[in-house]
T-cell receptor, first 116, second 115 residues
């Protein structure tokens, strides 16, 4: 089965600083990888996804992620943090379900705190 | 429109009650999902429907009963729940275009408390 590991359950950065959230995957086949963000008491919103079209993926709100096969990584970055980026971030890997649909398996999440 | 709606937003129920959660989407998606999310944890898949047919049941207890009356609507019927079932229940939907790579769009969730 495919899985993802997120290193660092809590990350704190200063406003304007670089954001780096780490995600490593385990998969025997080329994976489909996603980053979602969850604000308090809300659902999940897609930031970006990797589907093998390009290794550098740009998402919403200035986020991007680079797929590195050699490192089995898909880290999320943003050049300059904003207070509104404070949220929980989930990396996920997707597998096709035989009967239709796809199963998302999430990492344990990283809580991002942005300080003034 | 990429909106998935869920009702109610909050639900408090006793262990002997019967209640239902509702999820709706009008994006023409043909796959719909239920997830359970405990506090400070990632979402965990419960059920998947594809073309209104149950595609996967992740060994969910029978006190949770899903239903997909049509391609836009997904229900989760609850009966004889336990306090440990208290959680945020998330609904999602996706197209069925790119095998394994379709984006799932999530609703805001229903916060369930079982007393």
């Amino acid at each position: 089965a495919q899985s993802v590991t997120q290193l660092g359950s809590h990350v704190s950065v200063s406003e304007g600083a670089l954001v780096l959230l780490r995600c490593n995957y385990s998969s025997s086949v080329p994976p489909y990888l996603f980053w979602y963000v969850q604000y308090p008491n809300q659902g999940l919103q897609l930031l970006l996804k990797y589907t093998s079209a390009a290794t550098l993926v740009k998402g919403i709100n200035g986020f991007e992620a680079e797929f590195k096969k050699s490192e089995t990584s898909f880290h999320l970055t943003k050049p300059s943090a904003h207070m509104s980026d404070a949220a929980e971030y989930f990396c996920a890997v997707s597998e096709l379900i035989t009967g239709g649909g796809n199963k998302l398996t999430f990492g344990t999440g990283t809580q991002l705190k942005v300080e003034l | 429109d990429t909106e998935v709606t869920q009702t109610p937003k909050h639900l408090v129920m006793g262990m002997t009650n019967k209640k239902s959660l509702k999820c709706e989407q009008h994006m023409g998606h043909r796959a719909m999902y239920w997830y359970k999310q405990k506090a400070k944890k990632p979402p965990e898949l419960m059920f998947v429907y594809s073309y209104e047919k149950l595609s996967i049941n992740e060994s969910v207890p029978s006190r949770f009963s899903p239903e997909c009356p049509n391609s836009s609507l997904l229900n989760l019927h609850l009966h004889a729940l336990q306090p440990e079932d208290s959680a945020l229940y998330l609904c999602a939907s996706s197209q069925l275009r790119v095998k394994g790579a379709d984006t799932q769009y999530f609703g805001p969730g229903t916060r369930l408390t079982v007393l």
